[in-house]
């Protein structure tokens, strides 16, 4: 059975594998500030990074993190400046988050059903 983030971290391992001098799963887990055993079970597809190692390893191998967060079906968070730009957005967020009556489940719905819309609204504009 193929796991869900295989074809990421195969990606991942062959950038790993392009890196002059070559280095080892725990050589560029140390350099991005995690375990080499975590490391090596991204790279094998059996776990999903966060945001922030997600951005380290775009940084680490030079690439742009966008083309990482897709491997893992993600959208690159917006900066603050981003979420200023966009009051009405900033807003509900905001609202939500502090919101006392909701629960973090409820919160977390919340923010992966706006995932799914603005996923499915990028997507339909490519």
Not at 7 to 29: D, I, Q
Not at 82 to 89: D, E, G, K, T, V
């Amino acid at each position: 059975m193929e796991n869900k983030w295989h074809n990421a971290g195969t990606k991942l391992r062959e950038l790993r594998k392009t890196l002059k001098p070559k280095m080892s799963v725990f050589k560029v887990a140390k350099q991005i500030h995690i375990s080499g055993n975590y490391m090596s079970l991204i790279e094998r597809g059996l776990n999903c990074p966060n945001d922030q190692i997600l951005f380290n390893l775009a940084e680490f191998y030079g690439v742009d993190p966008g083309d990482l967060f897709k491997l893992y079906d993600k959208m690159i968070p917006p900066t603050l400046e981003q979420m200023n730009a966009i009051p009405s957005l900033r807003k509900i967020m905001t609202e939500i988050s502090i919101d006392e009556k909701l629960s973090s489940d409820e919160k977390e719905a919340f923010a992966k059903r706006v995932y799914e819309i603005a996923t499915q609204f990028i997507n339909k504009e490519d």
